[in-house]
């Protein structure tokens, strides 16, 4: 349960989902895992927090959080003919952080040397097989099935969403992005745009003009987010 005062703003909700299953069924998914997870977010917590009179929720951010997760999955089996997606999704409310994760889009935090730390981890064979030790790093970067997750929104598999519930960082930035950016842009290069960055949009535009230098041979997507 959670409730609501003055000392818990600011309100910050920040998704990407990157879709799969051909192009067309691929953004039908990723459509709906969005519009899903935020309307269901605004409607348990953002709506009740805003009211006149705000009351407190039944539900944890973690629980509201699985059931906008789960409420999407159907919604995409039901309606993107064979498509699925990621989703990965960062809830701010005033102090506190929660983390929802499927997939390989990930969540970066970003310290004020512009140093990287993951806060999310890959839903992904070659992951796997890392973290079984069974390849290395640099195995994984060119293994042929680097791109086969096993977890995705619209696969027709249970699946557990990760879900993080922690304090919001009280300095320095967050990086949501897809794996069209961090597989194939170094986290080097990340930092330095990062450091070199103007405004968010201004380090947005710069890290998806770096992938699409390098290659760009998947959907590529970022969000930064600047905390102070």
Known sequence: ?????????????????????????????????????????????????????PQPSEMSFKEVFH???????????????????TVTAVLIV???????????????????????????????????????GQITSEE????????VLYRALGQGEPFEPEIISTSRPDVGSLLVCSDGLW??????????IIKTGKSPQHICDKLIDAANDAGGPDNISAIFVEIS
């Open 1 to 53: 349960m959670f409730s609501f005062n003055e000392n818990q703003l600011p309100f910050g909700l920040y998704v990407i989902a990157d879709g799969m299953g051909g192009h067309k069924n691929g953004e039908i998914a990723s459509e709906l895992a969005i519009r899903t997870i935020v309307g269901y977010i605004l409607t348990e917590i953002y709506t009740p927090m805003m009211s006149l009179n």
């Open 67 to 85: 059931a906008g997760i789960e409420k999407a999955n159907t919604e995409i089996l039901k309606n993107s003919y064979g498509g699925g997606t």
């Open 94 to 132: 005033g102090e506190q952080m929660t983390i929802a994760h499927v997939g390989d889009s990930r969540v970066y935090s970003v310290d004020n040397k512009g140093n990287l730390e993951p806060l999310t981890r890959d839903h992904s064979l070659v992951k796997r097989l890392q973290e079984l």
């Open 140 to 147: 994984a970067a060119v293994h042929p099935q680097r791109n």
């Open 183 to 192: 597989s194939i842009v170094t986290q080097e290069v990340i930092s330095g």
